[in-house]
């Protein structure tokens, strides 16, 4: 059972309306709880993304029976505050637990019982899409832009690496990995079915893991002479790891020829899945160490947990390899992230720049008269197409001496923006570290596209905040920042 929010008054906290905020602190939890507390006095606002909350959260269940749950008021709170300040769920819950203001915003008083357990809040967040983020962060940023009534005319775009949460990959580690989810499940399958041959299990994991081990001492060292070893034993651990796919490959045909129960057929299931990417990890080290072959990018998994992961080399300092999926981000002059798009894993920026720049110009009324981008993204047909789109697009090219004659060619109008665009690095620093978007934490492609919209929606509200304190006291501590905006 749910509720949109609680409106009955209670006696051991004050209505939200009258939560009071120190403004003279700086954690960034002040502004985030200013801006959610705007929110809730916007009645038309908060019934839309209250609604919006709703969809996703009772889509296959009724609000009206069953245990009581979090209102969707509460959702959106726990939401923002979780990566609008960077905090992981045990730390979310301490403070939904302890944190006056932040429970007089939930609605929660001191006398009452409500538990906010980290699985509890987990498992809720969870259930929105993210779509539904992208429309909630829509509705936010199109509230904020009319605080500050130039912030729409403006934009800066950029594009970053979000890390997933993984090791770092090596075939074969990653076979190792493969492995150890596959036997298990096939010996309990195996068993089930009444089929002999899979209790020497334990001993063949060892077996594999011996070799792994002894393929990175190899790898690790800087002999040449050792450097040989690592393809030969290589050869080794495919031949084993090989011989076990061909019996797992003769279980599935028994287990498939078979009738199994619910059980069994989960079984079924995660054996298919871990045997088909174990099978192309397999591929690929084997093109690589024994046909020696070059082995594209697009044909690699690096990593089996997340098989959505994509290298990139984008000759940053320090990190020569990035492990994760590109983002790009549209930020406007008042600050607000007001679009943002994950790309696909064989998509590069200037192959998505002219799009997403026509969905940002929808989002923001077909108001943007000035957009400036990295020289990454330029091609004569984007600066074609982007004039098309946008009044002023600062697109500089790639080629030195090309860049060179453009500076010397641009109008002030263009050196502006190109002036101001260096502050789109400065935001992107501030969203990895202040939302946790250096490393996503949560699993699963769909996970990641969730953590980023809840980021995306934390650093909204953040600068909703920030500017509605700075109207309130200019001179508060709460509302001053050192980033320029991009107007």
Same mark, same amino acid.
């Given at each position: 059972?749910?509720?949109?929010?609680?409106?009955?008054?209670?006696?051991?906290?004050?209505?939200?309306?009258?939560?009071?905020?120190?403004?003279?602190?700086?954690?960034?939890?002040?502004? &985030?709880?200013?801006?959610?507390? !705007?929110?809730?006095?916007?009645?038309?606002?908060?019934?839309?993304?209250?609604?919006?909350?709703?969809?996703?959260?009772?889509?296959?269940?009724? %609000?009206?029976?069953?245990?009581?749950?979090?209102?969707?008021?509460?959702?959106?709170?726990?939401?923002? &505050?979780?990566?609008?300040?960077?905090?992981?769920?045990?730390?979310?819950?301490?403070?939904?637990?302890?944190?006056?203001?932040?429970?007089?915003?939930?609605?929660?008083?001191?006398?009452?019982?409500?538990?906010?357990?980290?699985?509890?809040?987990?498992?809720?967040?969870?259930?929105?899409?993210?779509?539904?983020?992208?429309?909630?962060?829509?509705?936010?940023?199109?509230?904020?832009?009319?605080?500050?009534?130039?912030?729409? /005319?403006?934009?800066?775009?950029?594009?970053? &690496?979000?890390?997933?949460?993984?090791?770092?990959?090596?075939?074969?580690?990653?076979?190792?990995?493969?492995?150890?989810?596959?036997?298990?499940?096939?010996?309990?399958?195996?068993?089930?079915?009444?089929?002999?041959?899979?209790?020497?299990?334990?001993?063949?994991?060892?077996?594999?893991?011996?070799?792994? %081990?002894?393929?990175?001492?190899?790898?690790?060292?800087?002999?040449?002479?050792?450097?040989?070893?690592?393809?030969?034993?290589?050869?080794?651990?495919?031949?084993?790891?090989?011989?076990?796919?061909?019996?797992?490959?003769?279980?599935? /045909?028994?287990?498939?020829?078979?009738?199994?129960?619910?059980?069994?057929?989960?079984?079924?299931?995660?054996?298919?899945?871990?045997?088909?990417?174990?099978?192309?990890?397999?591929?690929?080290?084997?093109?690589?160490?024994?046909?020696?072959?070059?082995?594209?990018?697009?044909?690699?998994?690096?990593?089996?947990?997340?098989?959505?992961?994509?290298?990139?080399?984008?000759? /940053?300092?320090?990190?020569?390899?990035?492990?994760?999926?590109?983002?790009? *981000?549209?930020?406007?002059?008042?600050?607000?992230?007001? !679009?943002?798009?994950?790309?696909?894993?064989?998509?590069?920026?200037?192959?998505?720049?002219?799009?997403?720049?026509?969905?940002?110009?929808?989002?923001?009324?077909?108001?943007?008269?000035?957009?400036?981008?990295?020289?990454?993204?330029?091609?004569?047909?984007?600066?074609?197409?982007?004039?098309?789109?946008?009044?002023?697009?600062?697109?500089?090219?790639?080629?030195?001496?090309?860049?060179?004659?453009?500076?010397?060619?641009?109008?002030?109008?263009? !050196?502006?923006?190109?002036?101001?665009?260096?502050?789109?690095?400065?935001?992107?620093?501030?969203?990895?570290?202040?939302?946790?978007?250096?490393?996503?934490?949560?699993?699963?492609?769909?996970?990641?596209?969730?953590?980023?919209?809840?980021?995306? *929606?934390?650093?909204?509200?953040? &600068?909703?905040?920030?500017?509605?304190?700075?109207?309130?006291?200019?001179?508060?501590?709460?509302?001053?920042? /050192?980033?320029?905006?991009?107007?």
């Amino acid at each position: 059972m749910r509720q949109t929010y609680s409106n009955q008054l209670r006696m051991d906290c004050l209505p939200i309306e009258q939560v009071a905020l120190n403004f003279e602190c700086r954690d960034e939890i002040v502004p &985030v709880l200013a801006a959610l507390q !705007h929110l809730y006095l916007q009645i038309e606002l908060r019934n839309q993304l209250t609604r919006l909350i709703a969809r996703d959260v009772n889509e296959t269940t009724r %609000r009206d029976i069953g245990r009581e749950g979090f209102n969707y008021w509460q959702i959106l709170v726990l939401g923002v &505050v979780r990566l609008g300040c960077n905090l992981n769920y045990d730390k979310l819950q301490d403070l939904c637990e302890n944190h006056r203001a932040l429970r007089s915003l939930l609605g929660v008083g001191d006398w009452d019982p409500t538990r906010f357990g980290w699985r509890r809040i987990r498992d809720t967040l969870c259930l929105l899409k993210p779509a539904t983020l992208e429309t909630i962060n829509a509705l936010i940023v199109s509230d904020g832009q009319s605080v500050d009534g130039d912030a729409r /005319k403006q934009v800066r775009a950029d594009s970053f &690496v979000v890390e997933t949460n993984i090791h770092y990959p090596t075939e074969s580690s990653l076979i190792w990995d493969g492995i150890r989810k596959l036997l298990p499940v096939s010996y309990k399958l195996a068993l089930s079915l009444g089929l002999e041959g899979w209790r020497q299990m334990s001993h063949q994991l060892k077996q594999i893991k011996r070799q792994v %081990r002894e393929i990175a001492r190899l790898s690790a060292s800087d002999s040449p002479a050792v450097q040989a070893q690592v393809y030969p034993a290589y050869g080794v651990l495919l031949r084993r790891v090989g011989s076990l796919l061909d019996r797992v490959r003769d279980l599935k /045909k028994a287990a498939q020829s078979s009738t199994l129960d619910l059980t069994q057929a989960g079984w079924l299931d995660q054996l298919n899945h871990w045997y088909e990417l174990t099978s192309k990890v397999i591929d690929t080290a084997f093109r690589r160490t024994q046909l020696r072959e070059t082995v594209p990018n697009e044909d690699k998994i690096f990593s089996i947990f997340e098989p959505h992961t994509q290298l990139y080399r984008r000759g /940053k300092a320090g990190e020569p390899n990035q492990f994760g999926r590109l983002v790009m *981000l549209y930020q406007d002059a008042a600050g607000f992230i007001s !679009h943002y798009y994950m790309m696909g894993r064989n998509e590069l920026d200037a192959e998505v720049v002219v799009e997403q720049t026509r969905i940002a110009q929808r989002k923001h009324g077909g108001e943007i008269e000035d957009a400036s981008f990295d020289r990454g993204y330029f091609s004569p047909d984007n600066q074609t197409e982007l004039e098309a789109i946008v009044d002023h697009p600062c697109l500089p090219p790639r080629h030195r001496n090309a860049y060179a004659q453009w500076l010397r060619e641009a109008s002030v109008r263009m !050196h502006d923006s190109r002036k101001r665009h260096s502050g789109i690095e400065s935001a992107i620093g501030a969203f990895q570290s202040g939302n946790g978007m250096k490393r996503c934490r949560d699993r699963t492609e769909i996970g990641l596209q969730r953590y980023l919209g809840l980021a995306v *929606l934390g650093r909204n509200i953040h &600068v909703l905040g920030k500017l509605l304190i700075a109207q309130a006291n200019t001179e508060a501590e709460a509302s001053r920042t /050192k980033r320029k905006k991009a107007g």
